[in-house]
């Protein structure tokens, strides 16, 4: 079975990069065909699939997303980051680890039983 756990830096100045990584057991990051994604859920909002990360190391992100946003992983840690540029405010989340046996189906990226792992989540606040 494999475990997630999300860590991440609580508080995050407006306009600096969130950084939040995700540690691994039970499991390689690097075993074929899993998928590595992110979500975040905003207060009093619902959740956003931010992106994913493969097992070969090869991402996709979100189009509304994109252009900030890149994931990146440490084989020999065994755990895979997220880092978002330029963040405001609207940033502030629980942000959200997952495991899927191959991709996620595109219209329950951000239904729980899509992915066979999820983390307990970690709180980032964008603020001054």
């Known amino acids: 079975q494999v475990q997630l756990q999300e860590s991440g830096p609580g508080l995050v100045k407006p306009s600096q990069t969130l950084s939040v990584t995700c540690t691994v057991s039970?499991?390689?990051?690097?075993?074929?065909?899993?998928?590595w994604s992110w979500i975040r859920q905003p207060p009093g909002k619902g959740l956003e699939w931010i992106g994913y990360i493969k097992y070969d190391g090869k991402t996709y992100y979100s189009p509304s997303l994109r252009s900030r946003t890149s994931i990146s992983r440490d084989t020999s840690e065994n755990h895979f980051t997220l880092h978002l540029d330029s963040v405001t405010p609207e940033d502030t989340a629980v942000y959200y680890c997952?495991?899927?046996?191959?991709?996620?189906?595109?219209?329950?990226?951000?239904?729980?039983?899509?992915?066979?792992?999820w983390g307990q989540g970690t709180q980032v606040t964008v603020s001054s």
């Open positions: 997952a495991s899927s046996f191959g991709p996620p189906t595109p219209n329950l990226l951000t239904r729980r039983r899509a992915y066979n792992g």
């Open positions: 039970g499991g390689s990051i690097t075993t074929e065909y899993y998928y």
